[in-house]
């Protein structure tokens, strides 16, 4: 995934009046809804992709760290 730089990020269709840059913090949740939406489309579903949230776990050390990877 790349991000671009915040001069790339401004519309086109905004006057010189208007300052509107989309936040860096909603593109990788655009992204994912774009992708949902087209697996929906292509299998004929609806809903979210994953059941449930994410959830988190602490590494505390290195060879956990290798087992989760693996």
Same mark, same amino acid.
């Given at each position: 995934?790349?991000?671009?730089? $915040?001069? /790339?990020?401004?519309?086109?269709?905004?006057?010189?009046? $208007?300052?509107? !840059?989309?936040?860096?913090?909603?593109?990788?949740?655009?992204? !994912?809804? /774009?992708? /949902?939406?087209?697996?929906? !489309?292509?299998y004929d579903?609806?809903?979210? +992709? +994953?059941?449930?949230?994410?959830?988190?776990? $602490?590494?505390?050390?290195?060879?956990?760290?290798?087992? +989760?990877?693996?």
């Amino acid at each position: 995934m790349q991000i671009k730089d $915040e001069d /790339a990020l401004k519309p086109q269709w905004v006057t010189e009046n $208007e300052t509107k !840059l989309i936040s860096i913090n909603w593109q990788p949740g655009h992204l !994912l809804n /774009a992708y /949902a939406k087209a697996i929906n !489309l292509k299998y004929d579903r609806t809903g979210r +992709l +994953l059941q449930h949230r994410f959830g988190r776990k $602490e590494v505390t050390s290195e060879v956990y760290f290798t087992r +989760l990877i693996f």
